[in-house]
């Protein structure tokens, strides 16, 4: 199985800025739903899926 | 109108904020690429899982531009609207609860400017993100499958804004009428009620907003179109109504009582 991997460049680009922007917001929140440890493993292993669901269930939000 | 300008301005640095303009964007335009992706690699993907016979495999179909497209908003339709509805639950319900509605309130802000730029801030993040992630999907489609022909596209493309349009006002009415996860779940149940009304009995439903839907998938592999202006005017004039409704509701309700919670 060949892959262009060219193709593929900017889905993976569009995957690392998703994981990079939810690590960042999680670094700098004050507080989460939960330790802040677990949500940096849901969200380096849970792929997109992961970051989505820190995005909408792990953020204190006031 | 100033109010309603300066409401606006920081419900988008809000967005921001939370990185709500960053993710919900790229989590749409990766849900939506993929699927010319995986539908150009699909006879690898199976080949690659090795339980299909050589056979099946050589005389497997990929799937024109036209098929893909349809694919690419029915994903709109199904996860979109999941992403659309999470994200803006809390649009009012997060700010009376939270307490900043009762700051913003006692000022004379008028409800109406204040649910009018809530529902402008949805909107913008639904078109920023249907925007990018269409041209994403239409780039592929085209590179991948072969030519998508630009008049069907477009229309398509604008029938499906309306659509979700129609999803963010009745997403705003219940985030007014009630609390987050709630409005969430209430607005997502009304929605999938309608599609399925719709494609139940699409004859008594000629009028439904979800016939845009129907119209749109049928309008990209070319097939002459429906009237399209029923239900456009219907989903105009139920976008009205449930911002009418909303600003109703919370003029009525006034700043929610926090000494009682």
Same mark, same amino acid.
């Given at each position: 199985?060949?892959?262009n991997w060219?193709?593929?460049a900017p889905?993976i680009a569009?995957q690392?800025?998703l994981m990079?922007?939810?690590l ?10 939960g330790a802040k440890?677990?949500?940096a493993?849901?969200?380096?292993f ?9 995005f909408i269930?792990g953020?204190?939000e006031a | 109108?100033?109010?309603?300008w300066?409401i ?11 990185y ?5 964007p790229?989590?749409?335009?990766l849900?939506?690429?993929m699927q010319p ?6 006879p690898?993907?199976?080949a690659?899982?090795?339980?299909m016979?050589e056979?099946?495999?050589?005389g497997f179909?990929?799937p024109?531009?036209a ?11 199904s996860?979109?609207?999941?992403i ?10 997060g700010?009376?609860?939270g307490?900043?509605a009762a700051l913003?309130?006692?000022?004379p ?9 809530k529902?402008?801030g949805?909107m913008?993040l639904?078109?920023?993100?249907f925007?990018?992630?269409?041209a994403a999907?239409?780039?592929y489609t085209?590179?991948l499958l072969g030519p998508?022909s ?9 029938l ?9 006002s ?11 996860s709630?409005?969430?779940?209430i /607005?997502? *149940?009304?929605?999938?009620g309608?599609? %399925?009304?719709?494609? +139940? @009995?699409p ?10 839907l129907m119209?749109?998938?049928?309008a ?5 179109l429906? /009237?399209? *202006?029923?239900?456009t005017i219907?989903? %105009?004039?139920?976008? +009205? @109504?449930c911002?009418?409704?909303a600003i109703?509701s919370?003029r009525r309700?006034?700043i929610?009582?926090?000494r009682?919670?």
């Amino acid at each position: 199985m060949n892959i262009n991997w060219g193709l593929l460049a900017p889905v993976i680009a569009l995957q690392i800025i998703l994981m990079l922007t939810a690590l960042i917001s999680l670094a700098r929140a004050e507080s989460v739903k939960g330790a802040k440890w677990i949500w940096a493993l849901v969200i380096l292993f849970g792929n997109i899926v992961g970051s989505i669901i820190y995005f909408i269930a792990g953020r204190n939000e006031a | 109108m100033r109010q309603t300008w300066l409401i606006y301005r920081k419900e988008m640095l809000g967005m921001t904020r939370s990185y709500q303009l960053l993710w919900v964007p790229v989590v749409i335009m990766l849900l939506v690429v993929m699927q010319p992706i995986t539908s150009y690699y699909l006879p690898d993907i199976l080949a690659a899982s090795g339980s299909m016979p050589e056979e099946l495999l050589a005389g497997f179909p990929i799937p024109g531009s036209a098929e893909v497209m349809v694919s690419v908003l029915g994903q709109y339709s199904s996860f979109g609207v999941l992403i659309f509805v999470i994200a803006g639950m809390q649009v009012v319900a997060g700010e009376r609860y939270g307490g900043t509605a009762a700051l913003v309130l006692v000022r004379p802000v008028s409800s109406a400017s204040f649910i009018c730029a809530k529902w402008a801030g949805q909107m913008t993040l639904m078109l920023i993100s249907f925007v990018t992630s269409y041209a994403a999907a239409w780039y592929y489609t085209v590179l991948l499958l072969g030519p998508v022909s630009w008049r069907e596209g477009l229309i398509a493309g604008g029938l499906y804004i309306l659509w979700l349009t129609f999803a963010i006002s009745l997403t705003v009415l219940f985030s007014t009428l009630l609390r987050g996860s709630v409005a969430a779940v209430i /607005s997502l *149940l009304l929605i999938a009620g309608i599609s %399925l009304g719709h494609s +139940l @009995a699409p004859s008594w439903f000629a009028w439904s907003p979800a016939r845009l839907l129907m119209i749109a998938a049928a309008a990209i592999p070319g097939s002459p179109l429906d /009237s399209v *202006l029923f239900p456009t005017i219907t989903t %105009l004039l139920l976008c +009205l @109504a449930c911002l009418v409704a909303a600003i109703w509701s919370l003029r009525r309700q006034g700043i929610p009582d926090l000494r009682g919670d």
